[in-house]
């Protein structure tokens, strides 16, 4: 019988909103656990702001982990970004990491949900290429010379457009548009803060690897003391249509966590986890150290 590399499995749909918010397009969290032969699903929630999301989401895996289990946490937004940002943004270091710092760093969010994110985005298309370039999309009131509330020009090899993950995945946007439907990088530049201060909290940073960047492009070691595996999801790469009056966040982290516990159970999901059989030894390199990669793409049915 195949045994399931995880015990738990957090999903979690994460939001940019600038004021407490609950209900649609808000932030929910789902987690899945396995108990006897079955999975129950333990918590549907939520919080109405990140500063209450990070601090359950930390207390749910330090307790996880307290109990011996192994927990993949999933949030739907990039966890990098296309290859050559880091050191055209200026982050020194490894660059997944370089920006993970970097963000951490430059990103201001209380926990009333008021952040910072379009003055920063701004500000590294300063650094970057001197004006509204690359990131771009805003309400008309927070265009500036550095920001526009429309895509300015082409990328190109210098700062592409998307991810290598991406273009498995061609209904995803891109992580460069901030703002209207279907937009994910403002909730990158929110997020990724919040996945740093998980993977370096203190009660979880021995037990805590990020995939794919600490793990490579496979599954966790066995052999390494990790309980915690961090990932990207994509909510979307499944057709999920709720019922009437359901709210569809809600509906996608249950539906997602349920999806990868039984392809888990089956012995499927190390398939997902090692990506596509077609990547070349470069590309694979590219997504360990800076591009990251969204859990399923190339891989699910």
């Known amino acids: 019988m195949t045994r399931s590399i995880f015990d738990a499995y957090l999903i979690v749909d994460w939001s940019a909103n600038a004021t407490p918010k609950q209900g649609a397009d808000s932030i929910w969290y789902c987690l899945m656990q396995r108990r006897g032969r079955g999975l129950r699903r333990m918590r549907l929630c939520n919080p109405a702001t990140r500063w209450r999301a990070r601090v359950e989401i930390a207390d749910i895996l ?53 952040n910072n994110r379009f ?44 991810r290598h993950c991406e273009a498995w995945l061609p209904r995803t946007q891109p992580c460069w548009k901030l703002y209207t439907t279907g937009s994910v990088g403002s909730q990158s530049l929110v997020g990724i803060p919040v996945l740093k201060a998980l993977r370096d909290d203190p009660g979880l940073a021995l037990k805590t690897l990020v995939w794919p960047f600490e793990t490579g492009l496979a599954p966790p070691d066995p052999g390494q003391p990790w309980q915690v595996i961090l990932a990207e999801v994509y909510p979307s790469i499944l057709k999920i249509k709720p019922e009437q009056g359901m709210i569809k966040d ?43 990669w969204i859990l399923g793409a190339g891989t699910f049915a």
């Open 62 to 114: 330090k307790d996880l982990a307290a109990e011996g289990q192994r927990v993949l946490a999933g949030f739907d937004f990039p966890n990098g970004y296309p290859a050559g940002f880091a050191r055209a943004a200026g982050f020194s270091g490894p660059p997944w990491r370089a920006v993970w710092d970097g963000l951490a760093a430059l990103i201001q969010d209380t926990a009333d949900n008021a």
């Open 250 to 292: 809600a509906v996608q982290v249950e539906t997602i966590a349920r999806y990868l516990a039984r392809r888990d159970g089956r012995g499927e999901l190390a398939a997902d986890l090692a990506g596509p059989a077609g990547l070349s030894r470069r590309e694979r390199a590219l997504i360990g150290n800076e591009e990251g």
């Open 119 to 162: 003055e920063v985005a701004a500000g590294l298309n300063q650094r970057i290429s001197g004006g509204p370039f690359p990131f771009w999309g805003c309400p008309s009131h927070r265009q500036s010379a550095d920001l526009s509330a429309r895509k300015t020009r082409a990328y190109g090899e210098m700062i592409p457009e998307r």
